[in-house]
T-cell receptor, first 123, second 113 residues
Framework: AQKITQTQPGMFVQEKEAVTLDCTYDTSDQSYGLFWYKQPSSGEMIFLIY??????QNATEGRYSLNFQKARKSANLVISASQLGDSAMYFC????????????????????FGQGTILTVHP | DADVTQTPRNRITKTGKRIMLECSQTKGHDRMYWYRQDPGLGLRLIYY???????NKGEISDGYSVSRQAQAKFSLSLESAIPNQTALYFCATSEPGSTDTQYFGPGTRLTVL
């Protein structure tokens, strides 16, 4: 089963409007982390925002916020006041579990990615 | 200067050739990772290393090998390249902690003819 599902292959938004990119996840772990990355056409992967499974508040970073609904296992990215430079591919990713026995580390660290959503911002 | 660098940035090679992709980081992170990206498939983990003496296979390690030469350097090798290894390859680093956020290099675009 897919661990990370992004059901929107492509999204369109008007400049200055808000947009929500969907992400659902599947895990049996109690401790996990959820990440969003942006990949512009130039190809690099840019970290945007992080939400921990125990965080009670939704994460925010500037114009980015994460709508975390733990019971629904969803972690949607909200971009407010879209800009032309927001046009890119967006990936949701999850880091699962903890390997407490590993000296010096407290988590597995591995990320599982969704297939991505292409966002196009129109002027 | 970029914190995570990858060389080469682009490479075209032929089937059967041995290829090495290199990754260096100045972030001082212990953990390093290699991913590949194929269209429509997101990123998939090839290998990861939590420190110089620790190497682990990811979900798609067949046909690849790695070497962690130092804390700052992690190389990926394709012993005998094949066309379906044509992809965009990313190196990433992270530091264990509450978020363990991974930071990516710029990517290497590899084409195997």
């Amino acid at each position: 089963a897919q661990k990370i599902t992004q059901t929107q292959p492509g999204m369109f938004v008007q400049e200055k409007e808000a947009v929500t990119l969907d992400c659902t996840y599947d895990t049996s772990d109690q401790s996990y982390g959820l990440f969003w990355y942006k990949q512009p056409s130039s190809g690099e992967m840019i970290f945007l925002i992080y939400q921990g499974s125990y965080d009670e508040q939704n994460a925010t970073e500037g114009r980015y916020s994460l709508n975390f609904q733990k019971a629904r296992k969803s972690a949607n990215l909200v971009i407010s006041a879209s800009q032309l430079g927001d046009s890119a591919m967006y990936f949701c990713a999850m880091r699962e579990g903890r390997r407490a026995s590993y000296a010096g580390g407290t988590s597995y660290g591995k990320l599982t990615f969704g297939q991505g959503t292409i966002l196009t911002v129109h002027p | 200067d970029a914190d995570v660098t990858q060389t080469p940035r682009n490479r075209i090679t032929k089937t059967g050739k041995r290829i090495m992709l290199e990754c260096s980081q100045t972030k001082g992170h212990d953990r390093m990772y290699w991913y590949r990206q194929d269209p429509g498939l997101g990123l998939r983990l090839i290998y990861y290393s939590f420190d110089v003496k620790d190497i682990n296979k990811g979900e798609i390690s067949d046909g690849y090998s790695v070497s962690r030469q130092a804390q700052a350097k992690f190389s990926l090798s394709l012993e005998s390249a094949i066309p379906n290894q044509t992809a965009l390859y990313f190196c990433a680093t992270s530091e264990p902690g509450s978020t363990d956020t991974q930071y990516f290099g710029p990517g290497t675009r590899l084409t195997v003819l």
